[in-house]
């Protein structure tokens, strides 16, 4: 069974602008969540998608959002980038929502110059 | 207020001996505690679990040690292996939190042949 996949591995934006990240859950998960990982920070939680509705925030501001698709697939979007926005955005799907177990993809490095 | 802390943010240890890597929550309402470990250029991978219900939860190599008391786990791994030098990332979640997960921010492994 395939894993969870991120498009793109890697980005670089430049700041003001807005950018839209894509995961593929594993086949058979509704969930995903996404996370931002920073340097010292660990893994910070940003909002969980189960049946096209988030159902499920973390402390961030409105810059960020996303989306899911009926196929479960989902997008992830930063408006008005700021520098402070360079991190690996991970992606994780689970079979159901709030499920414990959450499998991650690779991640997406953004770079905001 | 970092809810997960992982105090020791590197550790090395002899290939063969045993590798302890502790973590401390202080929000009460945790009740399920997982550890991922994560090497570079990938997401993080599911390594154990332990509902508050236990205080340890075995797999091979691995045991998860839970100390509800003390809001202290620690993950053992022996005996150590080159292949388990990584970065390893304790998570907490509460079933008050539509089971969002809070992760620490990781201790590097390094296993020495």
């Known amino acids: 069974k395939a894993g969870v996949t991120q498009t793109p591995r890697y980005l670089i934006k430049t700041r003001g602008q807005q950018v839209t990240l894509s995961c593929s859950p594993i086949?058979?998960?509704?969930?995903v969540s996404w996370y931002q990982q920073t340097p010292g920070q660990g893994l910070q939680f940003l909002f969980e998608?189960?049946?096209?509705?988030?159902?499920n925030k973390g402390n961030f501001p409105g810059r960020f959002s996303g989306r899911q698709f009926s196929n479960s697939r989902s997008e992830m979007n930063v408006s008005t980038l700021e520098l402070g926005d360079s991190a690996l955005y991970l992606c994780?799907?689970?079979?159901?929502?709030?499920?414990?177990?959450?499998?991650f993809g690779p991640g997406t490095r953004l770079t905001v110059t | 207020d970092q809810q997960v802390k992982q105090n020791s943010p590197s550790l090395s240890v002899q290939e063969g001996r045993i590798s302890i890597l502790n973590c401390d929550y202080t929000?009460?309402?945790?009740?399920?505690f997982l550890w991922y470990k994560k090497y570079p250029a990938e997401g993080p991978t599911f390594l154990i679990s332990?509902?508050?219900?236990?205080d340890k939860n075995e797999d091979g190599r691995f045991t998860v040690f839970l100390y509800k008391s003390a809001k202290h786990l620690s993950l053992h791994i022996v005996p150590s292996q080159p292949g388990d030098s990584a970065v390893y990332f304790c998570?907490?979640?509460?079933?008050?939190?539509?089971?969002?997960?809070?992760f620490g921010s990781g201790t590097q492994l390094t296993v020495l042949p």
């Open positions: 994780a799907s689970s079979l159901e929502l709030a499920n414990n177990e959450q499998y």
């Open positions: 086949s058979g998960h509704r969930s």
């Open positions: 998608y189960f049946s096209e509705t988030q159902r």
């Open positions: 929000n009460s309402m945790f009740d399920y």
């Open positions: 332990i509902s508050s219900i236990k």
């Open positions: 998570a907490a979640s509460s079933s008050g939190s539509a089971r969002q997960l809070t």
